[in-house]
């Protein structure tokens, strides 16, 4: 069975700083995706970035990137310039390669920007 | 926009009392799920559809079912509540093939 584990419940950092949240993971599987994903006070989930591992470049989206490490099963997410908009659970997440269709969570960090 | 839509985002009930949760969704993908997420939690897969294929985990309880008639709606239905079944039920789905789930925005369930 697939473990996620985010060893920091909660992080808080001022507007415009970078911060760095970390996520481990154990499988026996070499094929597989990994996810970040944002859960506001609102509540809805939203995805913020994904990792195919079989790709050794790690994924950006603007402001949001990765450091993937597939042999030290390590799959960090960067925020940078952090804005208040940022506040929110993010959780990691891992799926197996196509034909096993399910998500496995970590507890979360739950992230506060400072004015 | 092409959405996940949940119905009721507040639902109160007794404990005992049957109740059941909607999720329809714009996206026309074949996989849906069902996730429970109590409070401060990590959300926990309780079953998915694959097509109308029902793939359901081997700890949800039997006390929680569901239902897909067609490919756009899915429901959610707890037969007896229990004070321990009080979560967010989220609602999401996906293509086959794409990975990428698509979360709607929880029902909030209390069971009195």
């Known amino acids: 069975a697939q473990t996620v584990t985010q060893s920091q419940p909660e992080m808080s950092v001022q507007e415009a700083e970078t911060v760095t949240l970390s996520c481990t993971y154990d499988?026996?599987?070499?094929?597989?995706?990994l996810f970040w994903y944002k859960q506001p006070p609102s509540r809805q989930m939203i995805l913020v970035i994904r990792?195919?591992?079989?790709?050794?470049q790690n994924a950006t989206e603007n402001r949001f990137s990765v450091n993937f490490q597939k042999a030290a099963k390590s799959f960090s997410l960067k925020i940078s310039d952090s804005q208040l908009g940022d506040t929110a659970m993010y959780f990691c997440?891992?799926?197996?390669?196509?034909?096993?269709?399910?998500?496995?969570f970590g507890t979360g960090t739950r992230l506060t920007i400072i004015p | 926009d092409a959405m996940v839509i949940q119905n009721p985002r507040y639902q109160v009930t007794q404990f005992g009392k049957p109740v059941t949760l909607s999720c329809s969704q714009t996206?026309?993908?074949?996989?849906m799920y069902w996730y429970q997420q109590k409070s401060s939690q990590a959300p926990k897969l309780l079953f998915h559809?694959?097509?109308?294929?029902?793939?359901n985990e081997a700890d949800t309880p039997d006390n929680f079912q569901s239902r897909r008639p067609n490919t756009s709606f899915c429901f959610l239905d707890i037969r007896s509540p229990g004070l321990g079944d009080t979560a967010m039920y989220l609602c999401?789905?996906?293509?086959?093939?794409?990975?990428?789930?698509?979360f709607g925005p929880g029902t909030r369930l209390l069971v009195l």
């Open positions: 559809y694959y097509d109308k294929d029902f793939n």
């Open positions: 996206l026309n993908h074949n996989v």
């Open positions: 997440a891992f799926m197996k390669n196509f034909g096993n269709e399910k998500l496995t």
């Open positions: 990792q195919e591992a079989y790709k050794q």
């Open positions: 499988t026996s599987e070499s094929n597989y995706y």
């Open positions: 999401a789905t996906s293509r086959a093939g794409l990975e990428t789930q698509y």
